[in-house]
């Protein structure tokens, strides 16, 4: 299936660079909206940190489940 690749292997994939990119896309837009608001630096900061943060949870998953080789 897929050309020897499983269906596991498909949706890991797919879950980790198509999630990948859509969160750097996220991070793009984030951008944006600071830059048309004119937010400045300290409310550029509160918007990233506010509106990524859930962002760094997936990647903290990611992350502990490669070390503990789950």
Request: no cysteine; aromatic share 20%; proline share 0%.
């Amino acid at each position: 299936m897929f050309g020897g690749w499983t269906e596991e292997q498909v949706s890991e994939f797919g879950l980790t660079f198509g999630v990948g990119a859509f969160m750097l896309y996220m991070l793009f837009i984030i951008g944006e909206l600071a830059w048309k608001s004119k937010a400045g630096k300290t409310g550029t900061f509160v918007l990233f940190f506010v509106l990524a943060f859930g962002m760094l949870g997936f990647v903290a998953k990611a992350v502990i489940q490669k070390l503990w080789g789950i």
